[in-house]
């Protein structure tokens, strides 16, 4: 039984930071590779980050040098830090699991970010 439980989202206006968290259980946490993906109302689901089990990391474009993925295997958990916020970024992030990063096979319930003043 695979559970990823996201914790963190709320609101923030324009310019903030929030630390989105996901304590995974179910898995062998230090060989899956672990995903941050969000959805805006009336959008696809889109990846945000992704890193995997030996700390490789990637970051969709528009937030390369505002975001940092990281992971602590010690505690089963894996982190979305989001620095200068916008409100583009407002959406339902999720987080992901799975053998390797082109195999996200489990997902969390999301948890809510809203950038606004």
């Known amino acids: 039984q695979v559970q990823l439980v996201e914790s963190g989202g709320g609101l923030v206006q324009p310019g903030g930071s929030l630390r989105l968290s996901c304590a995974a259980s179910?898995?062998?946490?230090?060989?899956?590779?672990m995903g941050w993906y969000r959805q805006a109302p009336g959008k696809e689901r889109d990846l945000v980050a992704r890193?995997?089990?030996?700390?490789?990391?990637h970051y969709r474009g528009s937030v390369k040098d505002r975001f940092t993925i990281s992971r602590d295997n010690a505690k089963n958990t894996v982190y979305l830090q989001m620095n200068n916020l916008k409100p583009e970024d407002t959406a339902v992030y999720y987080c992901?699991?799975?053998?390797?990063?082109?195999?996200?096979?489990?997902w969390g319930q999301g948890t809510q970010v809203t950038v606004s003043s």
């Open positions: 992901a699991s799975g053998s390797n990063w082109s195999n996200f096979d489990f």
């Open positions: 179910g898995i062998i946490f230090s060989i899956n590779a």
């Open positions: 890193i995997t089990s030996n700390n490789i990391t």
